[in-house]
């Protein structure tokens, strides 16, 4: 069957994060931090979803000590409905699985 | 100390840039910058992690294959499978695990074939990297000696149908690299209008 794009596990934990500081820039590291997702699993998953244009990105000014512009991302007004969705799905499917279990 | 460190991972983002394909190179700026900024012990765990990502988007190029050259992919190797099941069934004499083997060798590429078909361009270089690594690792065991003449299988044969497995799959992987097309994202033409230089 085939995967149904971008609504694992690990990018609902990336929307989430994103939607903790909803207006904020955030940086690959911070958000590596906030998911405890990878980098080997973070980056594929901000260019599926900067590529689906659900994210934008830019180059920040380095703040000091930084010497070198640092890529930061922030969801697009679809990232931010396809989050909410894809949030709201996930606390169903939670919900029904508990029921389910205690049924 | 922090000197071999940051050897590690500039060769870890050295391979990364020989990864990842070139459209996504921003990408790759991107993950170096983030590097400098990580302290310690982390880095390299986060540099090492870079790399399977980058593996991870060259795979995703690879599998955006013609839908003709994927099925003649999966038609390879479903004739093989077909190839080392008649093959065990026609072994009348020699060492008994050989059978046994050429069957194993044929579930494995029926194997291949289904998780191609139902997992489509990724399953399918999946597939394809799996079993030039097992034709890979089956060669260097039986040619490094181990196996000796008198063991329970036809090793002269099984090593030499494991080294056309590499040259097969070797082969099938170079066409893939050369039939490789760019995706077009509807986003491509505006990625990183502010990139620094």
Known sequence: ?103 | MIAIRRLVVSVLMNLCAAVLPDRKSEWLHAMRVEAAHIEGRAVIGFAAGCLLACCKERVTLMSNLPAAARYGIIATMLGYAVFALRSAMHMTVGPGLTASIFEGVAATYALAAVWSMLRGGRGLIESVLILLALNLGATAWLVSGVVTEASAFNARLISAVAFEGVVVWMAVLSIILLLVREPVSPHQSSEFPDAPG
């Open chain 1, 1 to 103: 069957m085939p995967r149904r794009p971008h609504r694992s596990n690990q990018a609902a934990k990336l929307f989430a994060a994103l939607a903790a500081h909803p207006d904020a820039w955030q940086h690959g590291y911070d958000l590596m931090r906030q998911t405890r997702l990878a980098s080997g699993t973070l980056y594929p998953l901000l260019i599926r979803l900067h590529e689906a244009g659900y994210l934008e990105a830019r180059w920040e000014e380095p703040v000091m000590p930084a010497r070198a512009p640092r890529h930061a991302y922030r969801r697009t007004a679809s990232g931010v409905a396809f989050g909410r969705a894809l949030l709201a799905e996930r606390k169903m499917d939670a919900r029904h699985w508990l029921r389910e279990k205690l049924a």
